[in-house]
């Protein structure tokens, strides 16, 4: 996943996108009709008494500065990013003022507003600055806060991650730990092997510094601690995997796959003296990923241990962090087999919560 950099911390957001661009424009026109708004009415009623030119003039001046404005930080917004918070204000506050007082001269050279006395010119060129610096620094002080507020969401977020992901590896070596330990018994030498494979296996997993691996992390993840499962069950263990759906880049929270095979392997495969068959499907179609691990399932069966169950709170938990409340995992049982599922929305291939 791609390192941060100084314009995602940056508490003024990309205006050229176009959700903030039609929010600056609905903010332009609300100041526009509150300006007319405030302007004396002559003796005639309130309707006929509403000058809609002026409305429409300075609807378009006014969203002229806008406009430039939104384009000029959003160019610059690199290189703001780089500098202290007072100092890119001040620079924002600059670029808004002399584009207010550009656009009026440019107003007041075509008489767009009608002729100005020279006193009235003066005090519409200040008029016009005062507004625009003091609506920008509000503005500012608004992203500021809201740019505060959402780094602590993300801080609040990222220790309940760690706080989740701390309590799965534990869960995850301990057993891996009782699968070594049925074999030293009886097959020493294939002990001695599990113990290297479970090492290889923690080396990897932890090795990983973020929340979210890409998906060829997290196969490669799996086939290891099936590796190890295979010592123990041997022949009685069948794999099928159905994943050639998903990109391999495709982003998906660490351990994740682990805790359902392990789940398959203890509730399907380890109480039938046969063993059965597991199936591993995964797909990515209209920005979903879609996850099922499914075992033999016997009514007879005794049910999974309070370990696994504790697993599966553990990645519903995760999933709802990480990517909101669409994010589910479903357990149910049809035609004799025991299926877990979970999905997700993954718009990109990128690190979808890349802010965390």
Known sequence: MRDRTPTD??????????????????????????LVLAEPFRAEPFVSGFNWTRLALTSLFV?????????????????????????????????????????????????????????????????????????????????????????????????????????IRPHFLFNSLNSIASLVASDPVKAEQAVLDLSDLFRASLGKTGTLVTWRDELELAERYLSIERYRLGERLHMDWDVERVPPDLPIPQLTLQPLLENALIYGIQPRIEGGLVRVEARYENGLFTLCVSNPFDEGAHAPSRGTQQALTNIEARLAALFGPRASLTVERCDGRHFTCLRYPCARLTQEARAI
């Not at 911390?9 to 039609?22: G, K, N, S």
């Not at 404005?69 to 924002?92: F, I």
């Not at 503005?139 to 507020?149: K, N």
Request: net charge neutral.
């Open 9 to 34: 911390d940056f508490f003024v957001p990309e205006l050229c996108q176009a959700e903030a661009l039609l929010g600056l424009v609905l903010l332009a026109e609300l100041l526009v009709l509150v």
């Open 63 to 167: 969203q002229w500065i806008v406009l430039l404005s939104a384009a000029l930080l959003c160019q610059a917004r690199a290189l703001l990013a780089r500098l202290p918070v007072a100092v890119s204000t001040l620079l924002c506050c600059l670029v808004v003022v002399a584009l207010t007082l550009g656009c009026t001269a440019i107003a007041d050279h075509y008489e767009l507003g009608g002729p100005l006395s020279r006193a009235g010119e003066a005090n519409l060129y200040l008029r016009h600055a005062l507004i625009g610096l003091i609506m920008t620094a509000l503005l500012l002080r608004y992203f500021y806060l809201q740019s505060q507020w959402r780094h602590q969401q993300q801080a609040e977020l990222r220790a309940r991650l760690e706080s989740l992901q701390a309590r």
